[in-house]
C-alpha cells in the first residue's frame, strides 16, 4: 500500500517484486532501461500495448504543442453511431478532446483509408461493411462537431515518414508535422 503521490517500495526477492517483475517483463521492460518513456523521446522502440500506440504517440505530441493533456477517447452526447437493437445509437469516441481550445484530434491509421482486413470483419449494427461504417462515422464525427462548433484537426499517419506496415517511425521531427497540422486548425477557429 502507499500513499498518493508517494514512490512504491517493495521488499527485494519479495513476492511482490516478484510480481513487478513478471508486470514489467510482460511490458518488454528490460533490467536497466530507461525510467523515461521513449514515447516522447523519439526512440524507435515500440512496445506492446495501447498506450505506445501510434495513436497515443501523436497524442502525447499534441498534448506538448497544446500545453494541456487531452482527454482521451472522449463521448460526446451528441455525438451518436447508428441505432443497434435498443434503438439509441453508441456515442462515438474521439481520439482527443482539448475543450480549453475547443479542439478534437483524430488520428488517422491506415484503416481510414484502405481496406484492412483485420479490422474489417466484424459485422456492424448498420448492416453495412465496417470499412463503410467506419468511412460513415469518420464523416459524421466532422459534420456533427463543424455544426457544433467545435475544430477537428485530423492527423494523419501519412503525414509522418512511415514503414511498409504504415506506423510512424518516430523521429525528432515529428512534433514539426503536429505543429503544422495543429497551428492551421487552430488559426482557423
Known sequence: MHGEGTP???????????????VLQSLGVTRGAASVSPRLAGAVAR????????EA??????????????????????????????GEGARLP??????????????????????????????TVSDMGRGEQRAL??????????????????????????DRAKRIIRQATDRQVVERALRSRLSAL
Open 137 to 162: 462515422y469518420d464523416q459524421r464525427r466532422r459534420d456533427v462537431l463543424a455544426e457544433r462548433g467545435i475544430g477537428l484537426a485530423e492527423i494523419d499517419f501519412s503525414m509522418f515518414a512511415h
Open 47 to 54: 512496445p506492446a500495448g495501447r498506450s505506445h500506440s501510434d
Open 8 to 22: 512504491w517500495a517493495v521488499e527485494t526477492g519479495g513476492v511482490r517484486h516478484r510480481q513487478m517483475q513478471m
Open 57 to 86: 504517440y501523436v497524442i502525447d505530441l499534441c498534448d506538448a504543442v497544446l500545453h494541456t493533456a487531452a482527454i482521451r477517447q472522449h463521448c460526446f452526447d451528441f455525438l451518436r453511431g447508428d441505432p443497434g437493437s435498443r
Open 94 to 123: 474521439v481520439d482527443a478532446w482539448y475543450p480549453a481550445h475547443n479542439l478534437v484530434v483524430e488520428y488517422r491509421e491506415r484503416q481510414h483509408s484502405e481496406t484492412i482486413a483485420f479490422f474489417d470483419r466484424r459485422a
